[in-house]
C-alpha cells in the first residue's frame, strides 16, 4: 500500500504561481509512474501533468502546457507540480495519484493510489 499526501494549495491572485507537492510513503521502495488531476465543482475529474517511472517522461493537458511543469524530487517518493500563470478557470482540488504500471497514462481509472487532494483557487 501506498499513501499520498498533498500539499501547496492555496489562494492566488490570477497570474500568480503555486508549487504543489505530493510525499508518498508506505510501499514506496518501488518506483510508480505519477500523476496530478484536478476536479472543479460539478465536473468530472481530469488529467493535468503525469511523469512516467522513468523519470524520462512527461505529458500534460493542453490547457496547462507551458504554464504547468511536473517534475520528481531526488527522493523517489516526491512529485511536484509547478503551476505558473495562473488562470481562474485553474481553480479546483488537485489530487496526486499514483499507478503500479510504468508508463502515465491520463485515464484517472489506470491509477491505483490517490490523496486526498489540495485546494487551488485562483481569483480574477
Known amino acids: 500500500q501506498v499513501q499520498l499526501a498533498e500539499s501547496g494549495g492555496g489562494l492566488v491572485q490570477a497570474g500568480g504561481s503555486l508549487t504543489l507537492s505530493c510525499i508518498a510513503s508506505g510501499r514506496t521502495s518501488s518506483s510508480y509512474a505519477m500523476g496530478w488531476f484536478r476536479q472543479a465543482p460539478g465536473k468530472e475529474r481530469e488529467f493535468v501533468a503525469g511523469?512516467?517511472?522513468?523519470?524520462?517522461?512527461?505529458d500534460y493537458a493542453d490547457s496547462v502546457k507551458g504554464r504547468f511543469t511536473i517534475s520528481r524530487g531526488n527522493a523517489k517518493n516526491t512529485v511536484y507540480l509547478q503551476m505558473n500563470s495562473l488562470k481562474p478557470e485553474d481553480t479546483a482540488v488537485y489530487y496526486c495519484?499514483?499507478?503500479?504500471?510504468?508508463?502515465?497514462?491520463?485515464?484517472?481509472?489506470?491509477?491505483?493510489?490517490w490523496g486526498q487532494g489540495t485546494q487551488v483557487t485562483v481569483s480574477s
Open positions: 511523469i512516467d517511472r522513468s523519470y524520462a517522461n512527461t
Open positions: 495519484a499514483a499507478r503500479n504500471g510504468f508508463s502515465l497514462q491520463k485515464n484517472p481509472a489506470e491509477y491505483n493510489y
